[in-house]
């Protein structure tokens, strides 16, 4: 059986497990107990507040599973093991594709991270994965869905 490894930063690590804390001794509660107001109304084959209710706890229990299936196999990545101008988790990158001006700027999380309106992109990502491991200066092709295209880097840091 091949373990499953989930790379994600010191504070992706923090953010689930908080998280986790809040749908156990917070959500949990509220939906256990809309479900027993729920059931105080009767017949439930036509009862829609117990089949929300139902159905959210579902979704719930799923988030909570996933969420400790990924702190069980979570591999905290140390950024600052990485050379200083290299790309990797943990690490903010700024880039401009070849022969345009305007830089873009991610900082490189775990999948379970990631969050591209905030400006964090998954290491699996097509852009993410072809940058790790490459160095300030280096002229990196990247294949998305959209099509290929050639990426300066201009500059790796530590996170903020």
């Known amino acids: 059986m091949v373990e499953r490894v989930f790379p994600m930063t010191a504070d992706g690590k923090q953010q689930l497990e908080e998280e986790l804390e809040t749908l156990k001794l917070e959500k949990r509660p509220e939906v256990i107990e809309r479900i027993k107001i729920a059931r105080s109304f009767g017949d439930l084959s036509e009862n829609s507040e117990y089949e929300s209710a139902k159905d959210e706890q579902s979704v719930l229990e799923g988030r909570i599973k996933q969420i400790q299936e990924m702190l069980k196999y979570a591999q905290v990545v140390d950024a600052t ?65 959209g099509g290929e295209f050639d990426v300066e880097i201009l500059e790796v840091t530590l996170a903020d």
């Not at 690490?91 to 999380?109: A, H, L, Q, S, W």
């Not at 990502?125 to 280096?138: E, M, Q, R, V, Y």
């Open 81 to 145: 093991q990485a050379e200083a101008d290299e790309v990797a988790i943990g690490k903010k990158v700024v880039f401009t594709e070849v022969g345009e001006d305007d830089p873009e700027e991610y900082i490189i999380v775990g999948s379970s991270e990631s969050d591209p309106l905030s400006g964090k992109i998954s290491n699996n990502s097509p852009i993410a994965n072809a940058l790790i491991g490459k160095k300030t200066g280096d002229v990196v092709s990247i294949a998305t869905p």
